[in-house]
């Protein structure tokens, strides 16, 4: 590997873990209540190489709390039921995901109000949703029948969820976050019912 390429790596996994931390504080103790010197002391960085990386502690939190829904959402993916369809799949999937909405609803609530905070925010949560949208593609793939190089219907379906996936959350937080979020998440998530190009 070049030297280059070491230092990119390092630099990831930098912010990889000022992301970690900063979720995982923001998880223990509430947003407000965490602070960036607390982020970068437990980081084990400086408060100037914090703001290298990032702008905010909430685009740290934002980062963290987002990769990590990621990566647990497609490790559900791949673990339900193999004789599930796509669709039906993310379905039971985030249907797992909500049996632990009641406990973490403060928190759920807390993050998602952070996304409508600052046009930064905003873009930021929008530039994660393609992440998202990435990781649930690669855990789908391997239930679409006849997968060719180049299909579209995996990345596809991971736009859709993710569109489904927003509705709800806005419906949710106009309401107050008083609502049930993964009752309007499945309620949207029957949309990809809607046949593909290829499910002729």
């Known amino acids: 590997m070049t030297v280059q390429g070491v230092r990119e790596r390092k630099k990831g996994a930098t912010r990889a873990r000022i992301a970690d931390v900063a979720a995982r504080l923001a998880v223990e103790h509430g947003i407000a209540a965490t602070t960036v010197d607390e982020i970068a002391a437990e980081a084990e960085v400086g408060r100037a190489t914090f703001f290298r990386y990032f702008d905010s502690k909430e685009l740290a939190v934002a980062h963290g709390l ?58 930021w949560t929008l530039h994660l949703y393609v992440d998202w949208e990435t990781a649930i593609a690669d855990a789908v793939a391997p239930r679409f029948a006849d997968l060719r190089d180049g299909d579209p219907r995996p990345r596809m379906l991971g736009a859709m969820t993710m569109a489904a996936a927003r509705l709800a959350w806005g419906e949710w937080l106009d309401d107050g976050g008083t609502g049930d979020l993964p009752a309007l998440t499945q309620k949207y998530l029957a949309t990809l019912d809607l046949r593909l190009p290829d499910d002729r």
């Open 66 to 123: 987002s990769g990590a829904g990621a990566y647990v959402l497609a490790g559900v993916l791949r673990e339900v039921d193999p004789r599930l369809g796509p669709a039906d799949a993310v379905r039971a999937a985030y249907a797992e995901l909500g049996r632990d909405f009641a406990r973490h609803r403060a928190m759920f609530y807390e993050q998602a109000m952070l996304s409508r905070s600052s046009p930064a925010m905003f873009a």
